[in-house]
Nanobody, 123 residues
C-alpha cells in the first residue's frame, strides 16, 4: 500500500504561482511513476503531468507546458508540482497518483491516489 497526501492548494490570483506537494508513505516510493491529474468543475479528470522514477517528465495538455513543472525527491518520498502564471482555467482539484506499470496517461493504470487539493484561480 502507498498512502498519498497532497498539500499546497489554495486561492490565487491570475498570474500567481503555487507549489503542490504530494507526500508518499508505504511501499518503496522510487518504484513508482508519479502523476498529477486534475478535475475541473463539471469536467472529467484529466492527466496533467507525470514523472518517472528516473526523473523524466511527461506532460499532458499543451496548455500546461512551460507553466507546470514536476519534480520528485526520492529521499523525501515527495513529488512536487510547481505551477506558474496560473490561469482561471487551471481551477480544479489536483490529484497525485502513483503508478507501477501501464500507461502513464490513463487513470485506470494508477494504483494509488491522494485525496486531492483544491486550486482556485480568481481575482
Amino acid at each position: 500500500q502507498v498512502r498519498l497526501v497532497e498539500s499546497g492548494g489554495g486561492l490565487v490570483q491570475p498570474g500567481g504561482s503555487l507549489r503542490l506537494s504530494c507526500a508518499a508513505s508505504g511501499r518503496t516510493f522510487s518504484n513508482y511513476a508519479m502523476g498529477w491529474f486534475r478535475q475541473a468543475p463539471g469536467k472529467d479528470r484529466e492527466f496533467v503531468v507525470a514523472i518517472m522514477w528516473s526523473g523524466i517528465s511527461i506532460y499532458g495538455a499543451d496548455s500546461v507546458k512551460g507553466r507546470f513543472t514536476i519534480s520528485r525527491d526520492n529521499g523525501k518520498n515527495t513529488v512536487y508540482l510547481q505551477i506558474n502564471n496560473l490561469k482561471p482555467e487551471d481551477t480544479a482539484v489536483y490529484y497525485c497518483a502513483a503508478r507501477e506499470r501501464g500507461s502513464i496517461y490513463l487513470e485506470k493504470d494508477y494504483d494509488y491516489w491522494g485525496q486531492g487539493t483544491q486550486v482556485t484561480v480568481s481575482s
